[in-house]
């Protein structure tokens, strides 16, 4: 048997990765062709977003529990430093396009506030948020795979009674811009952020309050991205309405009557349901997360490699844990990122209230791992 050479393994592992990078481009191009070209660049956007999310390893469920867990707020602190350079480019856009332009915005209610605890609880059982599950998805990673299809579900459940948990009471929508002008918002979420980010720092070890430079990297670029996809969709990065809508999508199929849904039955929501999903914005940004980490595993050819071993109830809680994130996201309006991450960004109050909510869920979360067979 000849040996394979160095220089043919080293080949074949360019040709992949030539193959792979034209593969991208050819559905970017597709989108843009058969779309239009503002699908396209909006994919494109998702598809760097997957790529830096995967590639420099940035998250928010992971960096929550590392605080929580080890006192580690390097993670933690990269996300608000992102939140402030995208409220920082977003506020003065927002002020002088509100007619194109379009924040997070949403109430605070009862359900909100249950939906953002339950939500960083459960987010927490399965390590990974909204955007997490999606990259963990595009990774390989068994967890990911199997709760993917269950947030959907949730998703679509969520948003189906959406308007019955509203009832229950919520304040009006309220915005930095509204309760302080835009510039003393802007100035009050800066501060906010660094005040949070500071009792971070004094709270932890001296030997993890260095930030390291890929963290700084990973926000910047995040932050980027963030602007650039409110830019050219007209709306904040969000993660949750899009997999309800492809869950939507799927009960026409069976011909579901979604009627009884105040949410799916509206006008607005029946023009998407009759769209394709590649017309949605969140969907496609959905998708890029997806192939974005994909194409970075693949490349790095760790595609898969998680060995991940759960006992039953493990994988069971991550089936339940996965349907009550979609579900309480919905009532939450939005998870890490549609509520936290833009609300904050775009100047909602909810986003606030939404953190808080979620942190607290997430403490409790990070408790029940080893209870439920997923430490």
Known sequence: MTPISASSVDARRMLARTNLVILLLVVVATISLFVGARFGLILAVGLALGMTLEGLRFGFAGPWRAIILRREPAGFIAQLVAIGVVAIIASPLLASNSAELVGAYAPVGVAMVGGAFVFGLSMQLVLGCGSGTLVNAGSGNAVGLLVLPFFAIGSFAGAYHLNWWIEL????????????????????????????????????????????????????????????????????????????????????????????SMFWAAPAQQVRLAQTIFSDVTSLTNIGLILGAFAIATWRGDLGRDRIKLPMIGWGTAIIAGLLMGYSSRLAFGCNVGAFFSGISTGSLHGWVWLVAAFVGSFLGVRLRPRLGLA
């Open 169 to 260: 009471g919520t304040t009006p929508i309220l915005t930095m811009s509204e309760l302080f002008g835009p510039i003393g918002g802007l100035v009050v979420t800066l501060l906010s952020l660094f005040f949070i980010a500071l009792i971070a720092l004094k709270w932890a070890p001296i030997e993890h309050r260095k930030i390291p430079r890929r963290m700084w990297i990973a926000a910047l670029a995040v932050a980027a991205l963030a602007a650039l996809h409110l830019i050219v969709s007209g709306q904040p990065w969000g993660v949750v309405y899009g997999l309800g809508l492809w869950t939507a999508k799927a009960t026409q199929l069976f011909a579901m009557d979604l009627t009884g």
